[in-house]
Nanobody, 124 residues
Framework: QVQLVESGGGLVQAGGSLRLSCAAS????????MGWFRQAPEKEREFVAGITRSGARTYHADSVKGRFTISRDNAKNTVYLQMNSLKPEDTAVYYC?????????????????WGQGTQVTVSS
């Protein structure tokens, strides 16, 4: 399995931006599709964005479409989540996940490895 470490979370005002990073190690990063999920207190973990292992295709949840962008740099073994126009309802712990497949998935159960999460808090 690949090991994942997220960074870049923090406290930001509504309308602000953050960029999350997820660094991978242990296996060939380019062999994994990647996803970002988030979980707010007392809520289910939800899909935010996904990217195929080549980076050719990306997917974003309707709730973040037009505001968040997933990308990856296979040379740096890193996947990113650029978050713009943040809203208080984006407050959650954000997790990156790896799936040993070409295709990403919107279901957390389809992923093989998870990071420890990074907290994002958006104040109103």
């Amino acid at each position: 399995q690949v090991q994942l470490v997220e960074s870049g979370g923090g406290l930001v005002q509504a309308g602000g931006s953050l960029r999350l990073s997820c660094a991978a190690s242990g296996r060939t990063f380019s062999g994994y599709a990647m996803g970002w999920f988030r979980q707010a207190p007392e809520k289910e973990r939800e899909f935010v964005a996904g990217i195929t292992r080549s980076g050719a295709r990306t997917y974003h949840a309707d709730s973040v479409k037009g505001r968040f962008t997933i990308s990856r740099d296979n040379a740096k073994n890193t996947v990113y989540l650029q978050m713009n126009s943040l809203k208080p309802e984006d407050t959650a712990v954000y997790y990156c996940a790896a799936r040993e497949s070409y295709y990403t998935s919107g279901s957390w159960a389809d992923y093989d490895s998870w990071g420890q999460g990074t907290q994002v808090t958006v104040s109103s």
